[in-house]
């Protein structure tokens, strides 16, 4: 018998001995006498060990610090190991753990599976415009499983992150720039990755990240500061923290900026007071990239060895790859700046994960190399990753109704950097995937016309430089054509970490590719790739259709092959604002009214001088080759106490000649507050699908909760008076009924 398995019948006896027949503890905590028992056997050393995260050599995402990682797992110096997957090499690291370890202690392994593992879904920037929770929830849930397949326990998602400006990379890892929006993006993929448990060895660990308010780092500038008032942190961006937590995430990760001065590394505020005594976390905290390290660099601490003390004694309980607690935290408890009890709580929150994952009872039952063969990259997640792309893909404009293509065209011309590129489509943090293994949009426009017109290719220009040269037969061949799509866009890592840019125009002469073939006269479709909104003007005003597509992954060229051609109507609808510029940054629709609003006949008003107040494209934005009416909106009381629900209805029509769905969108306004209110809130959505000409009436609830806010006094209620409900298919709706709570 293996040593492991004798550890295993050792620690199950204290446990057994007080369960009750159905195999439960009769009070506590279930893992509680089995976390106990393996605590008792541990050195300092060791509990230092499971409170350290270290990289692998098989996937860099950072700077690497050490390259002995195996003799740390053989000593018992690292209890968790990211950037090592696949079944077969998971599997002889965690050997290596629990038998060749003194406390066979089976490690953790961890990975950025942030849109997928083998099989790639769209950015979930992409998948928030889908405003279908369902089919977030499934693309976690497939993610969950091909990396569960592969050895894997952990992932590093979902990111929760609010961001408002466009120019930080890492907008393509989130859902916007709306909290309800968010929160409920972020409950749906919690509940993709963990699912009911972990029995069947196909789901993993959530990581909510990055805690907290890293979305809005100054200037959209990647590992910046942050800087804002309490109410802005707990009205606008702790909220999706909060829900994905409240759904169940076991790990929530640190942000790189400072709040209020301090690091968030080393923030009690954030890590204890809020997250565990307020919120009741009992999961545990892991930190960013070597984020205790650059607490030095922060200009708080004197150095590694006091960074770590704060970080511990602030809540956090593991440190990711940069050593501090391995090389300085047995001395920090002896000279008392850390407290022993502290560590062995910070273990106890690590190894009940353990427990939970089922590893102390069969630490391989997630390194199955026949299930990885049978799970990883098969058709069913294939046709997962196709109907979730369709869904993320977004029409901005169709003039003349370009779109949807006939496909009774004699040819077509497929032009642009990104027309016949794969590697560019999974987008940045695809984790194991593969570009060679995507569907280009020149490929899948293949696929759907097989044979039945012509399709050209020309590229036309690169991402980037001034090299015109491509030009003049990218015309000729749309002049050649029956109908024109460009492709264009960003590389994959011009968005993601450490990816911000401070022009979100189109880089290169991309723009001017467009506007030759624009002029040539022939329907031009511009079909953008990219991990942010851009900065588009003249596209928006001259192209005469642009779909916003994002990066798509696995499935990308199928998925827009199918909008192009009108055998799918797209639906999805844009979480976060374009602007027409980058002066307009930050610009989202939840903003405040200021005291001289916008009056064209008034010059002491807040405006430009040069650009229009107005985004290019609203938030909760999105057009459909069908049309679709609102109208009736009505309730069922306009004046209502805080212990009642009010209903809201409204009727939708399908005034169209196709069948299509409509994401129905509802905004509040409160009129007047304790303190200045956003001119609109968005407090509910449903998305509808209507058969040509047919219509539906929908209901909206809200209830006092729904109106709530941190009113002055930092309470968190709702308070009396009138509120302006706005339903419609963005965030400009204009179909409103008043109503009010009473006193």
Not at 48 to 63: A, E, N, R, Y
Not at 340 to 353: F, G, K
Not at 530 to 554: C, H, K, M, Q, S
Not at 711 to 730: H, K, L, Q, S, W
């Amino acid at each position: 018998m293996n040593y492991w398995k004798i550890l295993v019948l050792i620690l199950l006896v204290p446990f057994l001995m007080q369960c009750t027949p159905a195999g439960k503890p009769t009070a506590g905590d279930p893992y509680d006498h089995r976390v106990d028992s393996v605590m008792a056997t541990m050195t300092l050393e060791e509990k230092i060990g499971q409170m350290t995260l270290f990289t692998s050599d098989w996937d860099v995402t950072g700077p690497t610090l050490r390259e002995n990682y195996k003799e740390d797992i053989k000593a018992g110096r690292t209890g968790a190991i990211f950037n090592a997957h696949t079944a077969a090499y998971n599997r002889e690291l965690q050997r290596i753990a629990v038998e060749e370890s003194r406390a066979k202690i089976p490690l953790l392994f961890g990975y950025d599976v942030i849109h997928g593992y083998k099989t790639i879904f769209p950015i979930p920037l992409g998948e928030a415009a889908s405003w279908d929770l369902a089919a977030i929830e499934l693309a976690a849930s497939v993610a969950a499983a091909e990396a569960a397949a592969s050895g894997l326990h952990w992932t590093f998602a979902p990111m929760v992150d609010i961001a408002r400006d466009p120019r930080w990379g890492r907008v393509m890892e989130g859902s916007g720039e709306d909290p309800y929006l968010g929160s409920l993006v972020g409950r749906a993929r919690v509940r993709g990755f963990q699912g009911e448990g972990f029995e069947n060895g196909d789901k993993v660990l959530a990581c909510v990240k990055h805690f907290a308010a890293y979305g809005a780092a100054a200037g959209g500038r990647d590992y910046n500061t942050v800087d804002m008032s309490d109410r802005l942190l707990r009205d606008i961006y702790l909220p999706p923290y909060k829900a994905a937590v409240e759904e169940g995430a076991y790990t929530v990760m640190t942000s790189f900026n400072e709040l209020d001065g301090v690091p968030a590394t080393a923030n009690r505020y954030l890590l204890t007071d809020i997250l565990r005594e307020e919120w009741g976390f009992k999961g545990f905290v892991v930190t960013d990239y070597t984020s205790i390290n650059e607490m030095v660099f922060h200009g708080n601490v004197a150095d590694d060895k006091e960074a770590g003390e704060q970080s511990i004694n602030a809540g956090v309980d593991m440190d990711m790859q940069g050593a501090v607690f391995y090389n300085h935290l047995k001395k920090s408890i002896e000279e008392g700046k850390v407290s022993e009890a502290q560590v062995d709580q910070a273990v106890r929150n690590i190894l009940r994960l353990k427990f939970v994952l089922g590893l102390f009872d069969d630490p391989y039952r997630f390194m199955d190399i026949e299930r990885e063969k049978r799970v990883v990259f098969s058709k069913e997640n294939q046709d997962a990753a196709l109907d979730v792309a369709r869904k993320s893909i977004v029409l901005l404009r169709n003039e003349n109704q370009t779109l949807p293509l006939s496909k009774t065209l004699r040819s077509v011309a497929v032009i642009g950097p990104l027309a016949d590129n794969k590697v560019e489509l999974i987008g940045a943090w695809s984790g194991a995937g593969n570009g060679n293994d995507c569907i280009s949009l020149l490929q899948g426009i293949q696929n759907k016309t097989a044979g039945s017109m012509q399709v050209r290719h020309a590229m036309g220009c690169d991402f980037e430089g001034t090299d015109q040269s491509g030009f003049a037969a990218a015309v000729n061949l749309a002049r050649q054509s029956d109908a024109v799509i460009v492709a264009v866009g960003e590389k994959a890592q011009m968005s993601g970490e450490a990816a911000s840019r401070s022009d979100i125009t189109l880089p290169g002469v991309q723009e001017e590719l467009v506007k030759a073939l624009v002029a040539t006269g022939k329907p031009v479709v511009v079909v953008l790739m990219n991990g942010r909104p851009l900065a588009i003007p003249w596209i928006a005003e001259n192209a005469p259709a642009v779909l916003e597509t994002w990066f798509l992954g696995t499935q990308a060229g199928n998925a827009i092959a199918d909008v192009l051609f009108g055998d799918y109507n797209p639906s999805g609808k844009l979480p976060m604002t374009f602007p027409r510029n980058e002066g307009q940054i930050p610009i989202f629709y939840n903003n405040k009214n200021t005291g001289r609003p916008f009056d064209a006949a008034n010059k002491y008003t807040s405006k430009y001088l040069d650009v229009p107040n107005t985004p290019q494209y609203p938030f909760g934005w999105g057009l459909s080759y069908t049309s679709f009416a609102y109208e009736g909106i009505g309730a069922d009381k306009t004046e209502f106490s805080a212990q009642d629900t009010v209903r809201i209805r409204i009727t939708l029509s399908n005034t169209g000649a196709r069948d299509g769905a409509e994401v129905v969108q509802l905004y509040v306004r409160d009129l007047v507050g304790s303190v200045t209110r956003p001119l609109r809130e968005l407090k509910g959505f449903q998305k509808v699908f209507l058969a040509a000409g047919a219509k539906q009436e929908l209901t909206f609830k809200l209830t006092a909760n729904d109106l709530a806010f941190h009113t002055r006094d930092m309470t968190f209620r709702a308070e009396p008076g009138y509120f302006d409900v706005f339903i419609g298919g963005n965030s400009d709706a204009t179909q409103s009924i008043r109503i009010q709570l009473a006193e």
